[in-house]
Structures are given as structure tokens and as C-alpha cells.
């Protein structure tokens, strides 16, 4: 893949910049009107509750269990991971993790970080965002928010009735605990307070597109783009102003980067071995959560996952180019090469 001189990309980032600001609101599906007036998640504390629990007491638990209905077993099974919402064996396990020093000690740190002065911002951020969400999607109804401490294994769960955050997950980067996790440098780097939000609503559109999506049987490279395109664009739908940079995670250098190399990466995916393939070894190095993109010809200084940025761009420009597509059909359309013919890489 060509490379430019330092002096020409910053040229080319000032006039991208200027091209994506003269044609912020090209996109009429952005213009959402909500009411947040009288509106809330009604969030709850599971981060504290669950420590607060003895979870050798049945009478505690099922109190627990009869406040936080299917999130109980949500969090033991699919967050934790702790096995059965209903096993005495699982409430041992439990009882082990709140008790023990390392998690005790995570729970003051997010209680330190995160005073309920800020968990209430943080929830009109999490609200505006799901309520502009929620016109987006048919039949969706408001989902409760759940601030939880998931034991660093997952920072945000979605399912109809809820939205969970992990708190520990936002902790911030240089924070002692984040750096002492077996986790790769650039997870921890995202591991921030800003992307709490972003994260959250991003979670809540992957798994509302994935009940929605057509394409679930083995996918092309392109149908992936498409894929992944849908869920960054529901999320950047969901925000009155949010930046392509923040939506994916990167910083602005890694931001500039894919805006200034974006014809030559189109040049590399659309060699017909690549667009094509079903190969998902290969297909998945374009959408790998890493420093950079592992791809064939992608230099390691390169943006991570470049798949879901280019997928991103092909489903802007052809939502741009049919306003009068709602996005219910949108999340419907099958004919990933159709989405795709409406897509022009920047020069």
C-alpha cells in the first residue's frame, strides 16, 4: 500500500476535515427529534447490590433475583459466566468472587471513580442517546440501565429489557487496576471514560441489528462490511454529534490515517480474491480487534479494524444518497452489493 509523506497527510486531513464538516447534515436520517423530559432508564445498582448479598442466604438472593428479574440470571450465566441462575454451586462460586480482596478492592475503585453525581450524567448521556436509538427501531421499548461490576468480562450487555455497563471497564487507562489486567496495551487504551457511552449504545446495536439481520448464514467479506457498517451507523445515528474517530475507538492519528489511505484500502478490498472471500481466516483480519489491521499489503501502521471502518462509509454514503429508506429497511436489506454501488472512496 502507498505511503505519504508527513507534509502531503496533513494536508489531505485538513481538507478531509473540511469535507466532513460541509456535509455533517447530508445525512437526513440524522435529523431526530426526541423529548427527554420525564424520561428515564431507571438505573440500579447491581454493581453494589450484588456485593451487599450473602449469597449463602436464599431468602437475599431471591429478593435479589425478584429485583433485578431476568438480568439475575443474565449477569450469572452470560456475564460472569458463574454457571446456572439457580445453582447453589454457582452461589458459592459467587459468594467467593465478592469476598475476595482483589474484587473488594475493584469495587472501591469504581465506587471512587464513579459517585452517583457522575453516574447520573453519565445516565442523560445513555438516555438522550437510547431515546434518539429507540426511533430507529420499531417496537423497541426503553430499556432499564444497570450499572454492574462485571469482574472484567464484559463492558456492556444488551438484551430487550436492559442495558448493563461495566463499570470497571471505564476506569480509565493509567488507572492501577486497568494496568494490572492480563489485557493487551490498546484494549486497556480504550478502557476510558469517554467511550463508556459510546461503547454502551454500540452494544445495544449490534444486538438489536443482529436480531434483524438477513445475512446470518456464512458471510463474504463484503456482507461483514455491511454487517458491521449497519451497527457503527445505528450508533452514530444515535448521537446528535459524535465523531468518526470516537464512534471507532481510535485516537485522531489512527483517525487520520484511514481518511488519508481510504482509496488505497478500497484498491486492496476490491480485488475480487478479497471482496469475495469466504475465507474467514483472512476475512476476519479486516475486523479483529488489535493495534492495527493484520491484513495482506496493510502496513502495521495502519488503523485497527479497517473492515468496519470501510463498511461505515459505504453505509453513510448510500443512506445519504436514499433519504427516503427508512432505517427499518435498511437493517432488512440483504443485497450487500447494493449498499455497496452507492459507495465512492475519498480521493
Avoid at 1 to 17: A, D, Y
Avoid at 147 to 171: E, H, I, Q
Avoid at 174 to 180: D, G, I, P, Q, V
Avoid at 229 to 252: R, V
Amino acid at each position: 500500500m502507498p505511503k505519504l509523506t508527513n507534509s502531503l497527510l496533513v494536508v489531505l486531513s485538513i481538507l478531509l476535515t473540511m469535507f466532513c464538516y460541509s456535509c455533517r447534515d447530508a445525512d437526513k436520517h440524522k435529523n431526530i427529534d426526541i423529548e427527554t423530559e420525564g424520561k428515564s432508564m431507571s438505573p440500579m445498582r447491581f454493581d453494589m447490590e450484588c456485593f451487599s448479598t450473602n449469597w449463602k442466604n436464599a431468602e437475599q438472593i431471591s429478593v435479589l433475583k425478584q429485583k433485578y428479574g431476568n438480568f439475575f440470571c443474565l449477569y450469572l450465566e452470560d456475564v460472569i459466566k458463574a454457571g446456572p441462575c439457580d445453582s447453589a454451586a454457582t452461589f458459592n462460586l459467587v459468594q467467593g468472587f465478592v469476598l475476595n480482596n482483589d474484587f473488594q478492592d475493584l469495587k472501591a475503585e469504581i465506587e471512587k471513580n464513579y459517585p452517583q453525581q457522575r453516574l447520573d450524567s453519565l445516565h442523560e448521556k445513555i438516555l438522550e442517546s437510547t431515546l434518539r436509538f429507540q426511533t430507529l427501531i420499531p417496537n423497541m421499548k426503553l430499556p432499564q440501565l444497570v450499572w454492574m461490576n462485571s469482574g472484567f468480562n464484559s463492558g456492556a450487555y444488551s438484551s430487550d429489557d436492559y442495558l448493563a455497563v461495566g463499570l470497571d471497564f471505564y476506569l480509565g487507562k493509567n488507572n492501577r487496576l486497568t494496568k494490572s489486567v492480563p489485557f493487551p496495551q490498546y484494549q486497556k487504551d480504550d478502557m476510558t471514560r469517554e467511550q463508556l457511552v459510546p461503547s454502551a449504545i454500540k452494544n445495544m446495536a449490534y444486538y438489536h441489528l443482529l436480531k434483524s439481520d438477513t445475512l446470518k448464514s456464512e458471510k463474504d467479506m463484503l456482507s461483514e462490511m455491511i454487517f458491521h457498517g449497519k451497527a457503527h451507523y445505528l450508533t452514530w445515528l444515535a448521537f446528535e454529534d459524535i465523531h468518526d474517530s470516537t464512534l471507532m475507538a481510535w485516537t485522531s492519528k489512527q483517525y487520520t490515517w484511514a481518511q488519508s489511505h481510504q482509496l488505497n484500502i478500497w484498491k486492496e478490498i476490491a480485488q475480487q480474491d478479497v471482496l469475495f472471500s469466504k475465507n474467514r481466516a483472512e476475512v476476519q483480519k479486516w475486523f479483529e480487534y488489535g493495534p492495527f489491521t493484520n491484513a495482506s499489503n496493510v502496513p502495521q501502521e495502519s488503523s485497527p479494524q479497517l473492515g468496519v471502518y470501510m463498511g461505515l462509509q459505504m453505509v453513510k454514503s448510500y443512506m445519504e444518497k436514499h433519504p427516503e429508506i427508512p432505517i427499518s429497511q435498511l437493517l432488512k436489506e440483504d443485497n450487500a452489493q447494493k449498499i455497496l454501488q452507492a459507495y465512492k472512496p475519498n480521493l
